[in-house]
């Protein structure tokens, strides 16, 4: 997995590790912002890393996790709900999309490192 963002650094190696969630399935208009975490990826290869404020701070390593086949289901499973039940099943595919980015997280933080995630919809519309 190495320069998946365009720089020389493995998740193992990296200090910020980036988490792609492809999700868009509660977006209130229109639809493609599961698409954004890849179309990220493509463009992060062209990005000038200079920075005159901080210098170089990729330095220290940035990685993003690969995008989950799993989680690209299950927001096509959310988009595709119907009927009387539908706000129910979103909230537990949004539970379960929640469970997952923490773990994600939580395995990445207690290695020490900065975590982020990409994501362009809320997982959960209600409670």
Same mark, same amino acid.
């Given at each position: 997995?190495?320069?998946?963002?365009?720089?020389?650094?493995t &998740?193992? *190696?990296a =200090? !910020?590790?980036?988490? #792609?969630?492809?999700?868009?399935?509660? +977006?209130?208009?229109g639809?493609g912002?599961?698409?954004g975490?890849?179309?990220?990826?493509?463009?992060?290869r062209?990005?000038?890393?200079f920075d005159?404020?901080?210098?170089? &701070?990729? *330095?220290g =390593? !940035?990685a993003?996790? #690969?995008i989950s086949?799993?989680?690209? +289901?299950?927001?096509?499973?959310?988009?595709?709900?119907?009927?009387e039940n539908?706000?129910r099943?979103?909230?537990?595919?949004g539970?379960r999309?929640n469970?997952?980015?923490?773990a994600?997280?939580?395995e990445?933080?207690?290695?020490g490192?900065?975590?982020?995630?990409? +994501?362009?919809?809320?997982?959960?519309?209600?409670?």
């Amino acid at each position: 997995m190495r320069e998946s963002t365009g720089l020389p650094h493995t &998740p193992e *190696e990296a =200090g !910020v590790i980036l988490i #792609p969630v492809p999700w868009d399935a509660t +977006a209130s208009y229109g639809k493609g912002a599961a698409l954004g975490p890849e179309s990220i990826l493509r463009a992060s290869r062209q990005v000038d890393l200079f920075d005159r404020e901080t210098g170089r &701070p990729y *330095e220290g =390593g !940035v990685a993003m996790l #690969p995008i989950s086949r799993e989680v690209q +289901a299950w927001n096509e499973e959310a988009r595709s709900l119907t009927g009387e039940n539908r706000a129910r099943d979103m909230n537990a595919l949004g539970d379960r999309l929640n469970d997952w980015v923490a773990a994600r997280a939580g395995e990445w933080l207690e290695r020490g490192r900065l975590v982020a995630w990409w +994501a362009a919809s809320t997982p959960r519309p209600s409670a």
